[in-house]
């Protein structure tokens, strides 16, 4: 089943508030132009952190380039007091690869300077750590 700090599953699992059945769900942006709201299909991919994230030191810059609102939430590392690591909420992340370094052909995009990020078929995800909730 999915976790994560201050998920807000239940929340995130539920319609918007006033939509029914079968309406379409909002999506909107906040002030700073990043997506709110849920996303409205599954992504093909999912950011995974790996062991490498260093938290850019408290100012990460795969949260700058992350179009979603709150989709990438920085934590503290248990292992490594008092630094800092990237957590990717599951059910914002909408799959859009501007989080990672490494473009297609081995091209250098403006992501993760550590490489710390990959991107993971959705079903992948989902066998290690059971189905989203949408």
């Known amino acids: 089943m999915y976790s994560g700090p201050d998920s807000g599953v239940a929340a995130l699992g539920s319609p918007a508030p006033g939509a029914g059945a079968g309406t379409e769900r909002q999506s909107a942006k906040n002030a700073e132009g990043k997506f ?25 810059v795969c949260q700058i380039y992350c179009p979603v609102d709150d989709c990438m939430v920085l934590v503290a590392a248990d292992d490594s007091y008092p630094y ?28 993760c300077p550590w490489e710390a990020i990959a991107m993971v078929p959705t079903p992948v995800w989902e066998a290690e750590h059971g189905a989203l909730l949408y």
């Open 36 to 60: 709110i709201g849920r996303r409205k299909v599954k992504p093909k991919l999912l950011a995974v952190v790996g062991d490498g994230c260093t938290g850019c030191a408290g100012s990460p």
């Open 84 to 111: 800092q690591r990237i957590w990717v909420d599951p059910l914002r992340c909408v799959g859009c690869k501007k989080c990672v370094t490494q473009g297609p052909d081995a091209s250098l995009l403006d992501g």
